[in-house]
């Protein structure tokens, strides 16, 4: 289901973590509009008292720690399959496994905004509570309809991620943005990896059963829930909650003024244009700005391609580790739970995955002329991966193969996360990948309707993983035609552009903006970072 993500728990896990390495992509922002506008007046909680906001980031990664210590995660496809659920692999395929991609896209939205609405502490709360029920449901029930609850609460917890990334935020100034979201981040893959190897140990050498394993996930569950009850909670966020700041900050220099201020004849018209300062307001809404600034987002020929990447290829990403669980009991059914080896897959996947995000920070090229070119390289490999992860009958081929597809794809995850947030406030950041995690799973829900769902085609997962193949395939052909359109372009350009063309195309590595950047206004008169 599900493992950072899939239709099995390794999937799951897998989804989770790879949401964790992505939405922390505004962490690449070291200024945001926020501060720009009010460097003073609304400090972080804890900005006053160093001591403070270091326990509160502690606390906060330890919680990021333990609410990713699943250790059954891996193992929820061959529970659901194996005699203790007795579920067949066409139900799992089919009926089960497609809820999750409905429940995450019907959840994301209300979660990314009462995330902010309220403050992210409820939605972490919210997800601790949903975990609990996935866990008990599994320990507990056994009908097709609880198994499908099962995976919309799954669908509701992998939603609520968003609060934890975007958390630790609002707990310290700017300068520290990177440097923390660094330790979140770090967090849940040490989590998550630790999980894995857990709960691959537990199968192999403490030989108990799927249930215990469950019921142990659980207890870590239950622990992580209280833990969400116990974090401090914000008094500010990005969007909603500024705006409130801002407000109130008027109405207090509305009350300075001195008397003869209100009596001034000139000034007798305020009251009437009372209705003309809240239209005002919200005109001048952070929420409002970002969605006119998202039209000038479209015309950056960089960020389109990388945020066109982030919704088309995360969407196959995602599809792969929905059901690569299934894929793998159908390679090699083992009959004995000790001879599952997805814990440790899981626990090798995250470790690549993770030294890839690092790799990539050291990669430096003229991203403006090749980015085309590299994706559609990566993107052929997976393909070429996908097609042979189908073809073999060999489950350690298999096991490797889903272990560089998963590594490839991380590589370019903080490619794509500087390539985008770079150039944006973090408030406008955090809705643009919003919005692509939207997109990407609106496609995800179209696929598998269409050929995963009972009511769809309702094919098998070899054959979903043939249509998977053909995806990445025709992604791989738009970008080689692409990247040689570009590439032209930029050659024939060359000497007629002389020493400007040059300085364009200089390599760039991923670095974080510098905190002296100097800011250019936006269309919409607001300030970004150059």
Not at 125 to 145: A, D, E, F, M, R
Not at 236 to 247: A, G, Y
Request: proline share 5%.
């Amino acid at each position: 289901m599900v493992a950072d993500d899939s239709a099995g728990s390794g999937d799951r896990s897998d989804g989770k973590m790879e949401m964790d390495l992505e939405v922390p992509a505004s962490e690449a922002v070291e200024m945001t509009a926020l501060e720009a506008q009010s460097p003073s007046k609304d400090p972080p909680e804890g900005a006053e008292d160093p001591t403070k906001w270091k326990w509160a980031v502690i606390f906060l990664c330890f919680y990021g720690f333990m609410g990713s210590i699943k250790p059954g995660e891996p193992f929820i496809t061959p529970y659901l399959l194996s005699p203790e659920k007795n579920f067949t692999r066409e139900e799992v395929t089919n009926e089960i496994t497609p809820i999750l991609t409905y429940s995450y896209m019907v959840m994301l939205v209300p979660a990314f905004l009462l995330t902010d609405l309220l403050r992210y502490k409820p939605v972490l709360v919210i997800q601790g509570v949903s975990q609990v029920v996935i866990w008990v449901i599994l320990l507990l029930c056994s009908t097709l309809l609880q198994m499908q609850f099962m995976e919309f609460f799954y669908g509701v917890n992998m939603a609520c991620r968003v609060a934890y990334s975007s958390y630790i935020f609002s707990l310290v100034n700017p300068v520290l943005y990177q440097r923390v979201a660094g330790y979140s981040r770090s967090s849940v893959l040490l989590g998550v990896f630790t999980s894995s190897v857990l709960g691959q140990l537990c199968m192999s050498f403490g030989n108990i059963s799927y249930y215990t394993l469950n019921a142990i996930s659980l207890g870590f569950v239950s622990f992580s829930l209280l833990l969400s009850l116990c974090l401090p909670w914000p008094k500010r966020s990005l969007f909603f909650n500024q705006t409130k700041n801002q407000e109130q900050r008027e109405l207090a220099a509305a009350a300075s003024k001195s008397e003869l201020d209100k009596m001034n004849p000139k000034e007798g018209g305020l009251s009437s244009a009372a209705p003309l300062c809240s239209v005002s307001r919200w005109k001048d809404s952070v929420f409002l700005q970002m969605l006119l600034e998202l039209r000038n987002v479209l015309k950056r020929p960089n960020l389109r391609l990388w945020s066109l990447w982030w919704v088309f290829n995360s969407t196959g990403y995602y599809l792969v580790l929905f059901y690569v669980h299934i894929l793998w009991n159908k390679v090699y059914p083992a009959t004995e739970s000790k001879h599952v080896y997805n814990g440790a897959v899981e626990a090798a996947s995250t470790l690549l995955s993770a030294i890839a995000s690092f790799m990539a920070g050291f990669v430096k090229i003229r991203w403006n002329v090749w980015s085309e070119l590299v994706i559609g390289i990566i993107t052929a490999v997976q393909a070429g991966l996908l097609l042979f992860m189908r073809t073999t009958d060999n489950i350690w081929l298999c096991y490797l193969a889903y272990v560089l597809f998963r590594g490839f794809y991380q590589f370019l995850v903080p490619i794509a996360t500087f390539q985008i947030a770079s150039s944006l406030t973090k408030e406008l950041c955090a809705l643009v990948f919003g919005i692509n995690t939207f997109f990407g799973t609106i496609l995800k829900s179209i696929i598998n309707l269409i050929f995963s769902d009972k009511r769809g085609l309702a094919l098998d997962v070899h054959s979903q993983f043939l249509v998977y193949f053909i995806y990445f395939a025709i992604l791989t052909v738009i970008y080689f035609v692409c990247a040689a359109f570009v590439i032209t372009r930029h050659y024939r350009n060359q000497p007629r552009s002389g020493g400007g063309a040059s300085e364009q195309a200089t390599p760039t590595e991923l670095s974080p903006v510098a905190i002296n950047s100097e800011t250019q206004p936006l269309s919409n008169g607001k300030s970004a970072i150059a």
